[in-house]
């Protein structure tokens, strides 16, 4: 799970609220928007929680008995068999602390490495830059989840230079439509695109499920079998989604 927040959040599903399995937390940055579902879920899974140092170090003290691995930017650690790779992102984090917000280590992306499983490239909350060309020449990721929303991250001309960085198979759009200053969206951002990539983009609602392959992640057709990598066709409007805000 990356960047838990399920009660409060008003585009996650009533029935997504309670996840019945969680092996890893995985953590951008601290705001409470990508942080206040953590307690809950480790009281009812125990899973490994993957941050920064200091944002590992105050989570700690918040929830004690959390299993914490800690990380910085550019290295990687494997648990439990998968790999995970901390990257930079261009953002801010914090939690915040008798009502006062404390640094929280640098904001980040992740790329997650599971065997026999395509590559995923959570970028978290953050602007384009240009060495996410040196993530795609180093870990080759298929898959890009990538922030659309604008005002609080890049919005779809951004991710749309993102896209072309990275020249994943597939894009699966993140932190959009939860509010309405988050005025980014899937449709801007295929407009924003060559007809080549706008194909890419997942058309998706939050807490529809998606099947992880070798060679991507699809959405699931009525019988469980994987449908075309994206169907989504750039003059079709999309139904609103997030993952996250």
């Known amino acids: 799970m990356i960047?838990?927040?399920?009660?409060?959040?008003?585009?996650?599903?009533?029935?997504?609220?309670?996840?019945?399995?969680?092996?890893?937390?995985?953590?951008?940055?601290?705001?409470?928007?990508?942080?206040?579902?953590?307690r809950e879920v480790v009281v009812q899974?125990?899973?490994?929680?993957?941050?920064?140092?200091?944002?590992?170090?105050?989570?700690?003290?918040?929830?004690?008995?959390?299993?914490?691995?800690?990380?910085?930017?550019?290295?990687?650690?494997?648990?439990?068999?998968?790999?995970?790779?901390?990257?930079q992102a261009f953002h801010s984090s914090s939690v915040a602390v008798d009502g006062v917000p404390m640094y929280a280590g640098m904001p980040a992306g992740f790329l997650v490495k599971v065997p026999g499983l395509a590559v995923i490239y959570h970028a978290g909350d953050t602007d384009v830059f240009g060495d996410m060309a040196l993530i795609a020449r180093q870990h080759r990721p298929a898959v890009a989840a990538l922030p659309i929303g604008d005002h609080f991250t890049m919005g779809p001309d951004g991710a749309a230079i993102a896209?072309?960085?990275?020249?994943?198979?597939?894009?699966?759009?993140?932190?959009?439509?939860?509010?309405d200053v988050l005025t980014g969206t899937p449709q801007a951002l295929r407009d924003a695109l060559d007809e080549k990539l706008s194909g890419r983009v997942l058309n998706i609602t939050a807490g529809q499920k998606l099947n992880w392959t070798l060679d991507g992640v699809y959405l699931p057709d009525a019988n469980g079998n994987n449908k075309s990598k994206a169907k989504a066709k750039a003059k079709k409007a999309p139904k609103p989604a997030a993952a996250n805000s």
């Open 163 to 179: 896209i072309e960085l990275l020249d994943p198979r597939m894009v699966i759009p993140l932190h959009h439509s939860t509010f």
């Open 3 to 38: 960047d838990p927040w399920l009660e409060g959040n008003p585009s996650c599903p009533a029935e997504e609220r309670v996840q019945p399995r969680c092996d890893f937390i995985v953590l951008t940055h601290g705001h409470s928007d990508h942080t206040d579902g953590v």
């Open 45 to 87: 899974h125990d899973p490994q929680i993957i941050a920064t140092v200091e944002l590992c170090e105050i989570l700690s003290k918040q929830i004690p008995g959390g299993r914490f691995c800690p990380m910085n930017v550019g290295g990687s650690q494997r648990v439990d068999g998968i790999d995970f790779v901390m990257t």
